[in-house]
């Protein structure tokens, strides 16, 4: 049996900014600080409960326009901090995350900076 804590997806480091809105609820932005197939972490000023159902814009670059997650499910909050679990998307923005996802999976894993280099 599963524990709630353990993941069936990788999660990757990454520093986007986000906004989110819960209808006639909350609304504001805060920092996707790691993403996955199945969800993000945000972190926010902005008090969010779990159970909240929100719609995520996630601006991966200037370049392009925000990736937007229709419906997303708050998992966990801790502190600064809240999970959620992306349970609706247009085809389109799937096929958008499962690109950055790959991406990611492909990238190399961080490695100390050469002190020699600075």
């Known amino acids: 049996m599963r524990t709630q804590e353990q993941r069936t997806t990788a999660r990757f480091s990454v520093r986007f900014r986000s ?3 819960s209808t006639n609820v909350i609304g504001g932005e805060g920092s996707v600080v790691d993403v996955s197939i199945r969800g993000c972490r945000i972190e926010t000023t902005v008090q969010v409960h779990t159970g909240t159902v929100l719609e995520l814009r996630l601006y991966l670059s200037k370049d392009e326009p925000p990736l937007d997650v229709a419906q997303a499910v708050v998992r966990w909050t801790r502190g ?6 992306f ?9 958008r995350l499962q690109h950055l996802v790959k991406d990611l999976e492909r990238q190399p894993v961080d490695t100390p900076a050469d002190p020699s280099s600075m």
């Open 19 to 21: 906004s989110f809105t």
């Open 80 to 85: 600064r901090h809240f999970g959620v679990e």
């Open 87 to 95: 349970v609706g998307l247009e085809p389109e923005e799937w096929a």
